[in-house]
């Protein structure tokens, strides 16, 4: 940007975001854009203010920490500042920030480091005084907070009393709804017809700024302290780490997972574990605060303008960012119905690069008013296809908007659209390429037949060629046929051949669940297996027998009927079967009640998955639970347990091991 005028006209426009950005996340508590977004959009406008000095103003949002917030509850000044912190995101800024500090402070000796997670939550301020909790605030700007004392004191985590005897202690905190308790609370809101909150951050900060003390109480809120300043030197104090310890021992929620490291390698290592951990932690967590230890480094290096030195917090990649649509794209999915796709430019999110997203519908796209060329937000969470949350800027040249299709375009049927559902179909179930093609990738893959090696590619010109039109056609495709495709050597075509005809006796949970019939996933398929053994007795299964199974209600059930029922699909099933692709009928599990009346809860990594542990406690007659309470009855721990192992401790909850276990069952 060359030109002042416009560099101008660009400071306007950043400005009027950020402030707009920062007014929903401190005075709402609903934030529309992701952190990164906000951060990349507040660098920009301080690049430009380096660059034309004269276009920086004094209200400028560079010039802020946060924003001042509405006057709900009394304000109140800190008694020193909640500094913000600097943010990395790659590992190499990390070592750069380590090196540095290095070699600006002269230090020889790698300085040793405290990892803590980033609990994505509230950062409030609490003040005892004589040992008693008599003062709590939110963050707000960083200089000045709101009096919620009252609301704080509802929080279990919080300690009214401290052990010692002590005259004044400042504790900062983050107050965070757990997820589980966040999906309850969204259920209620849901039943009685409430706002529902965007994110468990949102939740927490909803249920934080309550005028009512007593809403407050009702939501789970908790807290996990990460910083304390003692006036007195009486305790000998000297690092963050032993802060932490000294925090703990005063009764307050430490996080169990920080970490002391002695160097920065240590610290990445950290980063990356938990970067692939996160998602199992009952709480929201966005990335690392990596800080030095010792309290006398801490403040020779002191801060900057907005942050400290000595501290950083390491972002882990973001599950969101921002990119440009390129096109909108029309899907055709296995069972004929069609939905919008945005074609984007290539962006990397949670360690892949995405270049497509579903917009699920054709109201999606006129309730998010996106188009071709606007910029938008993606999110993508752990092997959920990639969405598109919101567009955050609208493309200048708008190109004429988005109309819905009304031909297939993949086979030129007319669409149709099914009653009381948002998605229009095309009919041509058994002639649509496309839907040809997805029933095919679909049969092959993980959780169905499990076909390694036939992959879209693959599928897609055994299909356009005509080689295949029905999953048994797989199984008379030679040696000859694949070698008729592309980039397929010799050797793959006999290998896939090999894996193809190897994979004709699966269990019948998966048979079942290769077939797609509609309603029907992995779960329900397991379930039908283990009740019905074989696949004739699923066949002539009556509508009440299906009905009769725990956990398949009537839509369910019908369209198992309809699926066995329905000509085309029994002709297919025949052929499987003259092919040789016989599923293998389920052994009979027999029950024993040795867990009757036991609950248990499953944490850390077992020598199989969780869903196995819980299977053979619900065979047993025992319950499983999702959270540890008093009424649970074990906590079976493997390794790397988490904050479930922790409570499970704290209410004295029996924890075993994977071979405890397996001894109350009598394996
Ligand atoms: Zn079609």
Redesign the pocket.
Known sequence: MDNQNEARQRVEELSVLLRKYSKEYYELDAPTVSDIEYDRLFKELQELEAKYPELKTSDSPTQKVGSSSERKFTQIKHKSRLYSLDNTYSYEDLVQWYERLKKNYGLENPPALVCELKIDGLAVSLIYENSKFILGATRGDGVIGENITNNLRTIKTIPDKLKNQISELEVRGEVFMPKTAFEKLNEKQREQNGKLFANPRNAAAGSLRQLDASVTESRELSMFSYYGRLDSKEFNIESHSQMLDFLKSEGFNVNPAYKKCSNIEEAIEYCKYWDTKRSELDYATDGVVIKIDSFLLQSEMGYTARAPRWATAFKFPPEEMSTIVKNIEVN?GRS?AVTPVAILDPVYISGSTVQRATLHNFDEIKRLNINIGDRVLIKKAAEIIPKVICVTEHAQHKESSFAPPEF?P????KLVETEGEVNLY?P?HLG?P??IKGRIEYWVSKDCMDIDGLGDNIVAQLVDREIVKTPADLYKVTVDDLLTLDLIAEKSAQNLYSVIQASKNPSLARFINSLGIRHVGKETSELLASRFVSLDALKNAAFEDILDIEGIGDKIALSILDFFSNSYNNEVLKELDEYGVKPRNSEIVSGSDKLKGLTFVITGTLSDTRDKFAGLIKQNGGKVSSSVSKKTSYVLAGENPGSKYDKAQSLGVKIINENEFRQLIGE
């Not at 993949?410 to 049927?413: D, E, K, Q, R, V």
């Open positions: 055709v004929g297939c993949s086979c030129g049927t095309c041509n649509c496309e839907q």
